[in-house]
């Protein structure tokens, strides 16, 4: 099957972010992709990665595991970027790069007993609800400090940063104050938490607001594989 599309795509996409930093007055080489291969097959993520792409991001611990099984001899940094339920960190927890949906000390302590068993340190970002909406995981913002205070006692992973989704609206001033406030929030927190250096909000459809309010961290998926079939 002809995949150039995948190319052209990726290469659109990652001199629009180039275009834009240039313009912010920031570094590109400091924004991390994560290219997020959710419903795509393996030879797709295979494509993206022969063009130097190394992080990918799935949504289901399912999936993410099925993927590593095939693509484990290929070198890729897997994410695990969405709701990670505790009896289900024991599939991923000896290969798994980074975790972005930590929202509870429940989850934490879980990632830290099977990090410890594999004789590994998981990094990973504690996931903040900004928009305050119910359908959406992540702690809420006035408990986003005190969750990363109880992590770092936590000898087996590493916390790395927060992440948020931004609210599902065309409303581009709402998405701004989402992105905003995690802001603040990681600058806050970063005083007393030194090994803060992820920020990761941003995706197809706002990466631009994101990293004009400081993302770091891009999860993308559309922009680099098409639109996605869920049937």
């Known amino acids: 099957?002809?995949?150039?599309?995948?190319?052209?795509?990726?290469?659109?996409?990652?001199?629009?972010?180039?275009?834009?930093?240039?313009?912010?007055?920031?570094?590109?080489?400091?924004?991390?992709?994560?290219?997020?291969?959710k419903t795509f097959p393996t030879e797709q993520i295979l494509e993206v990665q022969k063009l130097g792409q190394l992080d990918f991001g799935e949504n289901k611990v399912q999936e993410l595991k099925s993927k590593y099984d095939v693509l484990k001899d290929v070198n890729i940094n897997w994410h695990l970027v969405g709701h990670l339920q505790t009896n289900k960190v024991k599939y991923i927890a000896d290969f798994v790069s980074l975790i972005h949906s930590v929202d509870s000390e429940k989850l934490a302590r879980e990632?830290?007993?099977?990090?410890?068993?594999?004789?590994?340190i998981i990094d990973i970002l504690v996931q903040v609800n900004t928009s305050h909406e119910d359908q959406k995981s992540g702690i809420e913002i006035e408990d986003a400090k005190k969750l990363c205070d109880k992590?770092?006692?936590?000898?087996?992973?590493?916390?790395?940063?927060?992440?948020?989704?931004?609210?599902?609206?065309?409303?581009?001033?709402?998405?701004?104050?989402?992105?905003?406030?995690?802001k603040n929030l990681y600058e806050e927190i970063k005083i007393k938490h030194t090994g803060f250096c992820r920020l990761s909000m941003g995706m197809t459809s706002d990466y631009k607001i994101a990293l004009e309010e400081g993302s770091n961290m891009l999860r993308i998926g559309s922009a680099i594989f098409g639109h996605r079939n869920y049937l």
């Open 111 to 120: 990632i830290n007993n099977h990090a410890q068993n594999s004789n590994r």
């Open 151 to 182: 992590i770092s006692a936590f000898q087996n992973i590493r916390l790395k940063g927060l992440m948020t989704i931004g609210m599902f609206t065309d409303d581009e001033k709402i998405i701004r104050e989402n992105f905003r406030t995690l």
């Open 1 to 37: 099957m002809n995949y150039d599309y995948i190319k052209t795509n990726y290469e659109e996409l990652t001199a629009d972010i180039k275009k834009i930093c240039d313009g912010l007055n920031r570094n590109y080489d400091e924004i991390k992709l994560v290219a997020i291969s």
